[in-house]
């Protein structure tokens, strides 16, 4: 199924001309493969990785990265580019070069856009904006139902064989709370064994909710989301999958509780994964104190005990991934009262400076770690070919490179987002993305964006 004007785009997966203009050699030097061992040269060649060992030369580019990590391209399974739609908080161009600022080689774009990405033309529309832009793979998620309406499932097949080459759909931004509707949905996901990823949250539950149901709620006066709107779901989700099978994965798992009922599941063998935002894994609702909307988001902000129970689960593996929920918003849209201001929060640029800082920086984790829950097991969840592949000879050249000399203030104001509301305002960053490479093709160079 193509659009009206192919020719405007260049075709699945081949790549545009290469960003930096040069030659299709670059020389990554003096790199810590994974931070281990110590620094070698990784020689890249027609977007894969030619040879790896020390005093290697270039007529291309030489990249000197003086003992800097090399890991795999970041994946990211949940982001939101608001295009087509609000192209006024954030576009695919300016959502790649965030990525790629970030470190991401690969993200998956959710369907909540106006109109929403619920048929084949839209899906190809985003993806080839994506391919053009040429900064990071942009996978578009169709939704599951028609216009998100949660009545009507879309033809998942027609975008699956689309160009754009759906392989997630997700309601996200709202929950699949028909089970009936569900029910269908795992039925024509297994046979065609493309993954559906849920947003856990019972809306009965949840309504004119602004906060974790809990002490923080009532002593500001807001209306609590209690953790059981998302468990409920969870444990329903968990057991139809058992019972109709088909692949499905939790979009930011947020509580205690339904950490408990992954552990239960994949005990069961049941085939489902899940995510945990870096925002989950580091606030709580003690920063609501000051009303600031910058701080809402869905699901919302929990409890410490919360923030602990899901830092387990990601070592541990009953959380699979990391996925940074990305959302952007305008200004006028979360600089207001706190029960106004849109949920959701930036993420792209600030999540690997996080994660890193939590559980290996200030944590017992390696750098094995990071590229296992932010590039690998993402890239495994979704079917992705090419991403979260082994450093080593021959793979594809989707890599990123990880300054741990280099800390930085997190501002929105310098961020390649079009939107600024970031949580980490003026928070100390104690790494930073150097380098991104997208299949061989320098996307990232010394911290910035390599934009047309
Ligand atoms: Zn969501």
Request: hydrophobic share 35%.
């Amino acid at each position: 199924m193509g659009t009206a004007d192919d020719s405007a785009y260049p075709a699945t997966g081949r790549l545009a001309a290469h960003p930096t203009g040069a030659a299709n050699e670059v020389l990554l030097q003096g790199v810590k493969i994974y931070g281990e061992g110590e620094p070698t040269d990784v020689l890249i060649r027609d977007g894969k990785i030619a040879e790896i060992g020390n005093g290697l030369s270039t007529d291309g580019e030489t990249l000197d990265l003086d003992g800097q990590i090399l890991l795999p391209g970041l994946v990211d399974m949940h982001v939101h580019l608001r295009e087509p739609g609000r192209e006024d908080t954030e576009t695919v161009a300016t959502g790649s070069a965030a990525a790629a600022q970030g470190g991401f080689t690969a993200v998956f774009t959710m369907a909540n856009t106006a109109p929403v990405t619920d048929n084949p033309s839209i899906a190809e529309t985003v993806w080839y904006k994506g391919q053009n832009t040429n900064l990071c793979d942009v996978h578009p998620v169709g939704s599951i139902s028609k216009n998100l309406e949660g009545s009507e499932l879309t033809e998942f097949g027609m975008m699956a064989e689309s160009d754009a080459k759906v392989r997630m759909f997700s309601d996200d931004g709202k929950c699949v709370d028909d089970p009936r509707l569900m029910r269908r949905a795992m039925e024509y996901a297994k046979g065609m064994d493309v993954l559906l990823a849920q947003h856990g949250e019972e809306p009965r539950l949840t309504e004119g909710a602004v906060a974790h149901e809990g002490e923080q709620a009532a002593k500001l006066g807001l209306t609590g989301w209690p953790r059981v709107a998302e468990e409920s779901i969870v444990a329903r989700d968990a057991i139809m999958a058992r019972d109709y099978g088909g692949r499905l994965h939790i979009c930011h798992a947020s509580t205690e509780g339904t950490v408990e009922l992954l552990k239960w599941a994949k005990a069961q063998n049941i085939p489902l994964s899940a995510e945990v935002t870096p925002h989950h894994l580091l606030l709580t609702d003690e920063r609501l104190e000051t009303y600031d909307g910058v701080n809402r988001v869905n699901p919302p902000l929990r409890e410490q005990r919360d923030v602990d129970a899901l830092r387990q689960a990601l070592i541990d593996g009953t959380v699979d991934c990391v996925a940074t929920d990305h959302a952007p918003h305008g200004s006028e849209e979360k600089c207001c009262e706190f029960d106004k201001a849109r949920p959701g929060m930036l993420g792209l640029e600030t999540s690997l400076a996080l994660i890193a800082q939590i559980f290996v920086l200030g944590g017992d984790q390696d750098w094995r770690f990071i590229a296992r829950v932010m590039s690998e097991r993402p890239a495994q969840i979704t079917k992705l070919p090419g991403h979260g592949r082994p450093i080593a000879v021959g793979e594809p050249a989707n890599l990123c490179v990880v300054d741990t000399q280099r800390s930085w203030v997190a501002t929105g104001e310098d961020m390649a987002s079009k939107s600024r509301n970031t949580p980490y305002e003026g928070m100390d960053m104690p790494v930073r993305i150097s380098t991104t490479l997208l299949r061989g093709a320098v996307t990232c160079r010394d911290g910035q964006a390599v934009t047309a």
